[in-house]
């Protein structure tokens, strides 16, 4: 979480550093997570860091404490997502109404209600406590960012034959566009759901294995791989996308040319 100065209020920030670091000029923050960087680590004397574990509950009423805005970026997609993302924003949440934050801003993915798999049922879940609490807030949802679809085509690199869902359709973002857009919305009053964030094209996973295969200098095959169930029919409709509302500029390639190494090798 972060804390600030600037023409107030006070901004704390939980995870995703490139959410933190956006407008590190104009506000005095404090970043919170269970492994804390260096205070001022980014160059901007604004930082400070605290400890906060939200699956153990640890640390909460410090990152909270003296906050203006809360902006909720913490997950653990990975790890046990049910107690990071659901119980720990709840724990969050009652730090925040027992402190009168003003705001709590809350990151979120496009089109979790209509893709049931169990990240994204979590996510949902965190997304109605924080509109259930009496704390004002904003929920923005993001699409997938460019280092997080990477790392899944990072994992088939090695493979022969690259076996992909080649029929779903993303809408990737930069994240560095995407947390501007999220911090757009730092300032009270609270705005309940926000317009959702997307990147500036909707792609098949063929096409963005295609530009990642080519950015990396590889000849693989790419071969539909037919998942099965709910979730992966959703992905193939579209549903993780916002066509409308393409707020990103940088485009997938722009985004692989940008990489030294192998991109996404390194993101998660
Ligand atoms: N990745 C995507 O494509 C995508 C798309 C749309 C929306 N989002 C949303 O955007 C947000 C950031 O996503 P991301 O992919 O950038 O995530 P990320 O890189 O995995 O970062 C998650 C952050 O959560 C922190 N965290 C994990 N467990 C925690 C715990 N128990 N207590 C406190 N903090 C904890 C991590 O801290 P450490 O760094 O110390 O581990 C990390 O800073 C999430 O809410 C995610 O759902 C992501």
Redesign the pocket.
């Given at each position: 979480m972060a804390s600030g100065e600037w023409n107030e209020p006070r901004a704390s920030t939980?995870?995703?550093?490139?959410?933190r670091a956006t407008r590190s000029d104009r506000r005095e923050r404090q970043a919170?997570?269970?492994?804390?960087g260096d205070d001022s680590a980014d160059g901007d004397s604004a930082v400070e860091w605290v400890e906060?574990?939200?699956?153990?509950g640890t640390g909460i009423r410090t990152a909270t404490d003296g906050v203006d805005v809360v902006v909720?970026?913490?997950?653990?997609?990975?790890?046990d997502h049910e107690?990071?993302?659901v119980d720990?924003t709840r724990r969050l949440l009652d730090a925040a109404a027992a402190l009168d934050v003003e705001h709590f801003l809350?990151?979120?993915?496009?089109g979790i209600d209509d893709i049931p798999y169990s990240?994204y049922e979590h996510?949902l879940e965190a997304e109605r406590a924080v509109e259930d609490s009496r704390v004002p807030s904003t929920v923005v949802?993001?699409?997938?960012?460019?280092?997080?679809?990477a790392s899944i085509l990072a994992t088939v690199r090695r493979l022969p034959v690259w076996p992909l869902p080649t029929d779903f359709r993303l809408q990737?973002?930069d994240?560095g566009e995407?947390a501007d857009a999220v911090v757009e919305h730092v300032e009270p009053p609270a705005a309940g759901r926000a317009p959702d964030v997307g990147g500036p094209a909707v792609h098949t996973g063929r096409e963005l294995a295609e530009a990642y295969r080519e950015a990396c200098g590889l000849r693989r095959p790419v071969v539909r791989l037919p998942l099965p169930g709910e979730a992966a029919a959703a992905f193939r409709t579209g549903a993780a996308t916002c066509p409308d509302r393409a707020v990103g500029t940088r485009t997938w390639r722009e985004w692989l040319d940008g990489q030294d190494g192998v991109p996404g090798a390194d993101?998660?």
């Open positions: 939980t995870g995703n550093d490139d959410t919170a997570s269970p492994a804390p906060l574990d939200l699956e153990a909720h970026a913490a997950s653990d997609p990975r790890g107690a990071v993302d720990g809350y990151v979120s993915i496009v990240y996510k949802r993001s699409t997938q960012f460019f280092p997080f679809v990737p973002v994240v995407a993101a998660y």
